[in-house]
């Protein structure tokens, strides 16, 4: 196969070494952008006076070809690869070659293959971004039904996986479809700075033809160009701060298949994971167990090495394009399939859960919980907090000894610790009084959640 270089090249490529070289495996998935970037590149060498109209348009009818026969025909791409083709690039151009002749050898007057895998590579990233906030979005609407579809419904709130006080089901769905909300966010950003071209950076020094790059930039969709052709040639931040990104969701998804994990648990019992995101055992008939979510929290591991391995590999790299940069495209596409696959599997598993309200209403009754309502109650007697903290604490350790919950104990039981208890104390211990107290912007009183559920709706 002819490559992109061969003139001063006398001696053929070890062939060892040009199977290592070769990123066409898996660059391939650049094949549209490619093309379209081609596309828009030709006519502006057109406008430039670098191209006949002749050359331009039998370059933009061969490209197209080429464009629909690696859409219609799968192996077209793969017999490239079995032929050891170096990329996606060199594959583009010898198809041109072959179908228009002459015109296809003027197509890359003028660019690179370092200005042209970066737009590449840009216009591939911003077009898996949206996809992925898509699907960031929907995950965030199944959250929302799957906490309208339980609004009254308390659950313990936990801090060092202990009870520690009574929240509304919704509530803590929300704090979940916050952490997205700033995913989509930071993806956004990411986003404006992936959208700059490189393209009529050339190699490194800029291109010798008079093409309009703000032209170019609008017909490819960026939003600005780049400013410095070294840069726009060598920089892969774009790819590492996407991955970073990517990376924050995976934590994200991957808290939230764990604490499903752990709600799925006999021992919770909170929620049950229907048949179709779980799994059975091979040697014991009673088990269900919660694969979907274990594979998520699992995967978030594989993003984390990929930010790490492309880090390690910008770090050393002198100025200017290097064929390290071809390690790029292993780590984006992994992450970006990684990403794009647990975000639709954890959507899917809320779309199949079903919340066992009686299990959650129970847990949240159980009076342990509302110690700290209790001492807040001495505390509205006129009591510091701090001696009202000391009070209860006694209190609790006084009911653990006797095997008695808070609500349990008498009145003189209470007021042997304190002369401001009275007969409303067991009010401080009912599971509505301590909703409703939390009233204020981001509490778990329910009124308040109404309010933040409608409003996350509204954001969406
Ligand atoms: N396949 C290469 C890559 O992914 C394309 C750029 C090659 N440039 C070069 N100067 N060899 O980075």
Known sequence: MTKLWGGRFADEADERFARFNASFRFDRRLFEVDIRASLAYAEALCEAGVLSRDDAAAIERGLQTILDRGRREPAYLERGVQQGIEDVHSFVEAELVNLIGDAGRKLHTGRSRNDQVATDLRLYLRESIDEIQGLIKALQRALLDLAEAHQDVAMPGYTHLQRAQPVLWPHYLLAYFEMFARDRARLREIRARVNVMPLGSGALAGTNYPIDRQRLADRLGFEAISRNSLDAVSDRDFVI?????????????????????????????????????????????????????????????????????????????????????????ESLFDTIDTLTGCLSVMTVVLKNTRVRSERLIEAASRSDLYATELADYLVGKGMPFRQAHELVGRLVRYGLERGKRLDELSLEEYREFSPLFESDVYEALSLDAALARKDVPGGTAPARVAEALAAARRRL
């Open 241 to 329: 701060e996407f991955i970073a990104a990517a990376a924050l969701i995976m934590v994200h998804l991957s808290r939230l298949a764990e604490d499903f994990i752990i709600f799925s648990t006999s021992e919770f019992g909170f929620i049950e994971l229907s048949d179709r995101v779980a799994t059975g055992s091979s040697l014991m008939p009673q088990k269900k167990n919660p694969d979907a979510l274990e594979l998520v929290r699992g995967k978030a591991g594989r993003v984390f090495g990929h930010h790490l391995a492309m880090l390690t590999v910008m770090k050393g790299l002198p100025l200017g394009y290097n064929k390290d940069l071809q390690e790029d495209k």
